[in-house]
């Protein structure tokens, strides 16, 4: 409820008054309250966070966009547009709201402007070899020597390479070939921020629209290893305290056996970790 000028009290939408107030008040994160804890894709599966200028036209394509989810992503990007571009809403469930201002894990969907992601084919798609150099090491030690033999390998070798114009986050998958049967992540190299401010989760949105068969390996003792286990559909550890992960296809798989004897004799390794 809201009170004119004239004293009369006037019934105002919700959502309205509180874009109305973030717009005044400029905050870092607008948290709107649903029963509903968030919206949900064709699936009925959450959706728990939404980059949009990367994801905007794909998801007004979608058949299942229409209606109060349509009208409420419209409004939030309106929204954005005229807040810091480090703002983002959150849509929670009330009960979450404790969750959502005091941890880093928050809850139901999470929408900012975001970066938009690069793809690259080549390397002669990146601009700066020496800031894709140093996003791979990272602050990892050793691994000069393998990103150098990375960089200098032959051009027509096949990959795909995924990052933000800032390179928080990098990763690089090699596409199913003559020596294997599906797509494997062979880098994943991200900065602590690029983990808080949804990068890495855009970029593997990215990597699941082009490939939605995919394996990957990730240290046992990673600080973000649950993540990994939300995004895959199976896993499996080996004796050296590495996880091998996979989605869209089944463990005993044709594809994804060779995998998984390649990974059980070390021959699987990620180039770089967290920076």
């Given at each position: 409820?809201?009170?004119?000028?004239?004293?009369?009290?006037l019934?105002?939408?919700a959502d309205?008054?509180?874009?109305e107030?973030a717009?005044?008040?400029?905050p870092?994160?607008?948290?709107?309250?649903?029963?509903?804890?968030?919206?949900?894709?064709?699936?009925?599966k959450?959706?728990?966070?939404?980059?949009l200028?990367?994801?905007?036209?794909y998801l007004?394509?979608?058949?299942?966009?229409?209606?109060?989810?349509?009208l409420?992503?419209?409004?939030?990007?309106?929204?954005?547009?005229?807040?810091?571009?480090?703002?983002?809403v959150?849509?929670?469930?009330?009960?979450?709201?404790?969750?959502?201002l005091?941890?880093?894990?928050?809850?139901?969907?999470?929408?900012?402007?975001?970066d938009?992601?690069r793809?690259?084919?080549?390397?002669h798609?990146?601009?700066d070899i020496?800031?894709l150099?140093?996003?791979?090491?990272?602050?990892?030690?050793?691994?000069?020597?393998?990103?150098?033999?990375?960089?200098?390998?032959?051009?027509?070798?096949?990959?795909?390479a995924?990052?933000?114009?800032?390179?928080?986050?990098?990763?690089?998958?090699?596409?199913?070939?003559?020596?294997?049967a599906?797509?494997?992540?062979t880098?994943l190299?991200t900065?602590?921020?690029?983990?808080?401010n949804?990068?890495m989760?855009?970029?593997?949105?990215?990597?699941?629209?082009?490939?939605?068969?995919?394996?990957?390996?990730a240290?046992e003792?990673?600080?973000?290893?649950?993540?990994f286990?939300?995004?895959?559909d199976?896993?499996?550890h080996?004796?050296n305290?590495?996880?091998?992960?996979?989605?869209?296809?089944?463990?005993?798989?044709?594809?994804?056996?060779?995998?998984?004897?390649?990974?059980?004799?070390?021959?699987?390794?990620?180039?770089g970790?967290?920076?």
């Open positions: 409820m809201a009170e004119g000028d004239d004293g009369h009290l019934n105002v939408n309205v008054a509180a874009a107030l717009r005044a008040l400029k870092l994160k607008v948290v709107y309250l649903s029963e509903k804890g968030g919206l949900f894709d064709g699936e009925d959450k959706i728990s966070q939404i980059n200028d990367e994801e905007y036209d007004m394509a979608q058949p299942w966009c229409r209606y109060g989810t349509r409420k992503i419209l409004q939030i990007q309106e929204l954005l547009n005229d807040l810091p571009c480090s703002s983002s959150a849509i929670i469930h009330p009960s979450d709201l404790e969750k959502e005091f941890t880093d894990s928050g809850a139901g969907t999470l929408i900012r402007l975001g938009r992601i793809k690259a084919t080549s390397i798609d990146f601009d020496e800031k150099k140093a996003a791979l090491v990272g602050s990892s030690k050793g691994l000069e020597t393998e990103v150098d033999r990375f960089i200098d390998t032959p051009k027509e070798k096949k990959f795909s995924y990052y933000d114009d800032a390179m928080q986050c990098v990763a690089i998958v090699v596409p199913e070939g003559e020596d294997q599906m797509a494997v992540l880098s190299s900065t602590k921020s690029g983990w808080l949804g990068t989760d855009n970029i593997f949105s990215a990597i699941k629209k082009d490939y939605p068969v995919l394996a990957w390996v240290n003792r990673d600080e973000n290893l649950t993540w286990f939300e995004k895959s199976g896993s499996c080996d004796n305290g590495s996880v091998l992960f996979y989605y869209g296809t089944g463990m005993r798989s044709e594809a994804l056996v060779p995998i998984y004897e390649d990974f059980l004799s070390g021959g699987r390794a990620m180039l970790e967290n920076r």
